[in-house]
């Protein structure tokens, strides 16, 4: 066959005996039977899926062979997807996009496995909202022990135009209740985003008071410091000068002491659980005995000993000055042979009835008395956190008031914008330490340094929630990079006198916050006017309602 005629005429005349095939109206004519069998293939293009608008329409011969096309779910066309989704039982809703009646298509044969379940609902609401555009925060909730069979859907999107918003409740509710158990029931909520704050800089520095205050240990000591001993009879000393520590409602069991001595004193240290600090509420007490033949004259301390945050920290009970007769003096002649003061003869008595060593009767002084912490009753912890501002150089007031300081633990909960809080019935306050040699009235510029503070008092019960799960958050505002010190202390009743303990001191280098990034609130001028935008043309944000 003629090469050049053959886009004329219908390749089917090969297949006719030679004769027929130099028929020029037997070409033309077999041509449209070829068009809808197999198909012209010097056409423009094919369309891989044909439609009712379709115009370069393939032949049957190719339409067969990729019949399976119109099973995949997404490459099918619109107008099959009921069709197909009917092949796995499932009803398409006519307002979801195409792309999310495909997505459901594809995923729901293997969804059902788990249908009916928590984990099953969860997948169907997040399979919908990924293919619709709006996140994949899916939370459902179900511990409630007096509601059975209840639970609550949260839903978190996006996107907070109203019609949408309205759209997505219909369509979340009409999925929940296609996939929920009968015998349930729920809420639904739904979380839109409603203001963007400040991308802040922030620092973190977790801490912690007690390790656990229940099982916490004490350690008392009790510092014997002569005035006048010589070194190497310090021993000595530590094993004639009894010292007993004693609580006053009830005895420390067990009662072992630790005795090391130096050059200078000997110490006696106990160890004080938390269950005999309760038990002895009223306080401890120390108590001597000079079983010595010679007075003592020299000092008593008493220091208390505990870890907090992971360091130990010690704190002085009590100082006193001690002037100690003997108890034991032994007696002496005279060149006469009588007997000549003291209290113990140290000799065989001659006669059954008579001891030969005799013991003064009051062998200790008066007891030492003092305190531990308050009663957990009316003990009160109280919390402060001091950041100091070293740079920029120029440190000005708006620097500062644009630094942000929180204690945070998992029971807080804090106010937008608010520079206090109240968690639980305690207050914490934000003051602020300004040095200026030009006094407050007119402080615009500081000094080299300014120091900012927060306070966070704690009943005794909240410590023992939050003991170790304690934060303090310090982010910054400022389009200028800021660093410091930060510290952070706690204030306690100690023998019944205020006593402070630093709990750690770190560096604070916190980075700059462009300005596109922090919230800026319309105000109006004296004219009125409601100014909303700055120079750079950051639009301002409006809090409240008219």
Sequence with gaps: ?????????????QYLPAILEEDPFMGRFLLAFEKILSGVKDLPSYEKIIQGNSKNVPGLEEIINRIETYFHPQETPEQFLP??????????????????????????????????????????????????????????????????NYFQVQLTLNDRDPEKYWRQSRIAKAIIDQEKPA????SLKILVPTMQLTRRSQVNYPFKLFNDLQTQDFTLE??????????????????QLVVKIQGNTTEITPYSPLIVTDNQ?????????????????????????????????????????????????????????????????????DKSGNIIGGNTILKQAQSPDFSGMQIT?????????????DSPIIQIFELEATVQINQPPAITENIINQIDLRFQDENSNYHLLTPETVVQGNKMTIRYL?????????????????????????????????????KLTVKNLNNVETSGKVRVSVKMNINLVPAVFTLFEEDLNLAAVPPKDILKICYQDQDGKIINTDKQGTVFTILGTQ
């Design 265 to 333: 004193a000997f110490y006696v240290k106990q160890k004080i659980t938390y269950q005999q600090f309760l038990d002895n509420l009223a306080g401890f007490n120390v108590i001597l005995s000079n079983q010595t033949d010679n007075l003592f004259v020299g000092g008593l301390k008493i220091t208390l000993f505990m870890d907090l945050n992971g360091n130990q920290k010690e704190t002085i009970l009590l100082e006193q000055s001690l002037n100690l007769l003997p108890v034991l003096k032994l007696c002496s002649q």
């Design 361 to 373: 009767k009051s062998l200790w002084t008066n007891p030492y008395n003092f305190t531990l912490f």
């Design 434 to 470: 300004r040095k200026s040699g030009f006094g407050l009235d007119r402080l615009r510029v500081l000094d080299s340094f300014s120091e900012m503070s927060i306070k966070r008092q704690l009943s005794y019960p909240q410590l023992l929630d939050i003991s170790d799960k304690l």
């Design 1 to 13: 066959m003629n090469p050049e005629k053959s886009n004329l005429v219908s390749s089917y005349l």
């Design 183 to 186: 015998h349930t029931f729920y």
């Design 83 to 148: 069709w197909l989704a009917g092949w796995v039982a499932l009803s398409l809703r006519d307002d979801w996009e195409p792309s999310t009646k495909r997505a459901f298509i594809t995923e729901i044969v293997k969804l059902y496995r788990i249908r009916g379940t928590k984990e099953g609902l969860a997948s169907v609401l997040k399979l919908y909202l990924v293919n619709s555009g709006f996140g994949d925060k899916v939370e459902i909730f179900d511990q409630f022990d007096n509601f059975p």
């Design 222 to 239: 009790v510092a014997i410091i002569p005035q006048q001993t010589a070194p190497e009879k310090i021993i000595n000393l530590s094993r």
